[in-house]
T-cell receptor, first 111, second 112 residues
Framework: SQKIEQNSEALNIQEGKTATLTCNYT??????LQWYRQDPGRGPVFLLL?????KEKRKERLKVTFDTTLKQSLFHITASQPADSATYLC??????????FGQGTELSVKP | NAGVTQTPKFRILKIGQSMTLQCAQD?????MYWYRQDPGMGLKLIYY???????DKGEVPNGYNVSRSTTEDFPLRLELAAPSQTSVYFC???????????FGDGTRLSIL
């Protein structure tokens, strides 16, 4: 079955460092990958979308890459801040047109 | 612009009771979705709709029903609540093609 997998272990980093989160997909080739942020008690909020032919996309301190050979997307937050602490979800539309999500990676940025 | 609004925010039900979770969006989106999210798990699609009058099952539809009589509203019905339905329920909507989804803030449902 078509799957999206993220590292379920929480990521703890020091303020100012770069956080890197990984998203792997299997059994299909998505045309897009999306990244969302979810804070406790809130719904996911869309951050970035990257197309398969874009390889890299940036928005302020965020950078997303898309490697179709490795079947992987990396999500980077540079100069991380405690306010970046949240759970980050990777998602893409499968061949049936439904958005499927990874289980999310919890990021904790310590001052 | 309110986006996606879900009510209620919290609810406790007894086993066997029924209830309707409300979802409304004001963005004129055709596509609407219901997900459940269990602790430490990803979002699982329950039902979705591609427009008024059209609904279809997602990954985990058993025990739920939906209707879509208007573009704005997409209620989710639990007929006979079971403890396995204890979860956080999110409603979402989107525009055309592969546009991002907009989520409500969820309904936290406990069934005891």
């Amino acid at each position: 079955s078509q799957k999206i997998e993220q590292n379920s272990e929480a990521l703890n980093i020091q303020e100012g460092k770069t956080a890197t989160l990984t998203c792997n997909y299997t059994n299909y080739s998505p045309a897009y990958l999306q990244w969302y942020r979810q804070d406790p008690g809130r719904g996911p909020v869309f951050l970035l979308l990257i197309r398969e032919n874009e390889k890299e996309k940036r928005k302020e301190r965020l950078k997303v890459t898309f490697d179709t050979t490795l079947k992987q997307s990396l999500f980077h937050i540079t100069a991380s801040q405690p306010a970046d602490s949240a759970t980050y979800l990777c998602a893409s539309y499968n061949q049936g047109g439904k958005l499927i999500f990874g289980q999310g990676t919890e990021l904790s940025v310590k001052p | 612009n309110a986006g996606v609004t879900q009510t209620p925010k919290f609810r406790i039900l007894k086993i066997g009771q029924s209830m309707t979770l409300q979802c409304a969006q004001d963005m004129n989106h055709n596509y609407m979705y219901w997900y459940r999210q269990d602790p430490g798990m990803g979002l699982k699609l329950i039902y979705y709709s591609v427009g008024a009058g059209i609904t279809d099952k997602g990954e985990v539809p058993n025990g739920y029903n939906v209707s879509r009589s208007t573009t704005e509203d997409f209620p989710l019905r639990l007929e006979l609540a079971a403890p396995s339905q204890t979860s956080v329920y999110f409603c979402a909507s989107r525009g055309q093609d592969n546009q991002p989804q907009h989520f409500g803030d969820g309904t936290r449902l406990s069934i005891l």
